[in-house]
T-cell receptor, first 111, second 113 residues
C-alpha cells in the first residue's frame, strides 16, 4: 500500500515567519494530495489540495507544491498567525476511497 | 460544518466486550468512512462504504466490522474489544470517491481497559 512520510513532526515559528511541511509518498499511482488541519480537540478539516496534473496551488497565505518525479509535496504557510497553530496532516490517494495520511506535524506559532 | 454526528463521543469498556460506534449524516453523501487516529500514526482507514450494504476494507480492518443499512447511518463494530483498539475514531463522509473533500465527525474516544 501507499506509504506517506511527513516531516517535521513538530515545528515552532515566530509569528509572521513562514512554515514549510514536507511529505513524500511511495505509490506512483497517487494522484490526489490534500492537506488537513486539526486544531486541538477538533475534527480534521481540509485546507488545500492539489491534483497530480498541477505543480502548485495557492490560496491566500497557504500554498502547496507537488513534484511527481521525486514523489514529494509540501505545504507552505506565509505570514503565520497564532491561529495557524494546529496539527497538519498531508495525505495521498492512489485509488478511489483510499486516502493515506502522514503522521502529522504540530505547528506552534509563537506570538 | 457538514451534518455528521458520532455516538457515543466517549466510551470506556473492558477487554472482550462488544462495542458499536454510530455515524449519522444528513448530507445524503454516498461515501462514508471510519478512521482511527493514534499518536505517531496519523489517521488510518478501517473500513469504508460506497453505498447501502456496500462496504470494503481499509488498511487496518482486522478486528472491526461495519454495516450500512441506510444511506445516513454507518456503524463500526468491535466484536471483542482489545486494548490495542483504544483510540479516537473518526467517521467521515464524501460526495465523491476520488479527489473529494472528506468531512469528518467530531470523533469518538474509546478506551478499552
Amino acid at each position: 500500500g501507499e506509504n506517506v512520510e511527513q516531516h517535521p513532526s513538530t515545528l515552532s515559528v515566530q509569528e509572521g515567519d513562514s512554515a514549510v511541511i514536507k511529505c513524500t509518498y511511495s505509490d506512483s499511482a497517487s494522484n490526489y494530495f490534500p492537506w488537513y488541519k486539526q486544531e486541538l480537540g477538533k475534527r480534521p478539516q481540509l485546507i488545500i489540495d492539489i491534483r497530480s496534473n498541477v505543480g502548485e496551488k495557492k490560496d491566500q497565505r497557504i500554498a502547496v507544491t507537488l513534484n511527481k518525479t521525486a514523489k514529494h509535496f509540501s505545504l507552505h504557510i506565509t505570514e503565520t498567525q497564532p491561529e495557524d497553530s494546529a496539527v497538519y496532516f498531508c495525505a495521498a490517494s492512489p485509488r478511489a476511497n483510499n486516502l493515506f495520511f502522514g503522521t502529522g506535524t504540530r505547528l506552534t506559532v509563537i506570538p | 460544518d457538514a451534518g455528521i454526528t458520532q455516538s457515543p463521543r466517549h466510551k470506556v469498556t473492558e477487554t472482550g466486550t462488544p462495542v458499536t460506534l454510530r455515524c449519522h449524516q444528513t448530507e445524503n453523501h454516498r461515501y462514508m468512512y471510519w478512521y482511527r487516529q493514534d499518536p505517531g500514526h496519523g489517521l488510518r482507514l478501517i473500513h469504508y462504504s460506497y453505498g447501502v450494504k456496500d462496504t470494503d476494507k481499509g488498511e487496518v480492518s482486522d478486528g472491526y466490522s461495519v454495516s450500512r443499512s441506510k444511506t445516513e447511518d454507518f456503524l463500526l463494530t468491535l466484536e471483542s474489544a482489545t486494548s490495542s483498539q483504544t483510540s479516537v475514531y473518526f467517521c467521515a463522509i464524501s460526495e465523491t470517491s476520488e479527489g473529494g473533500e472528506l468531512f469528518f465527525g467530531e470523533g469518538s474516544r474509546l478506551t478499552v481497559l
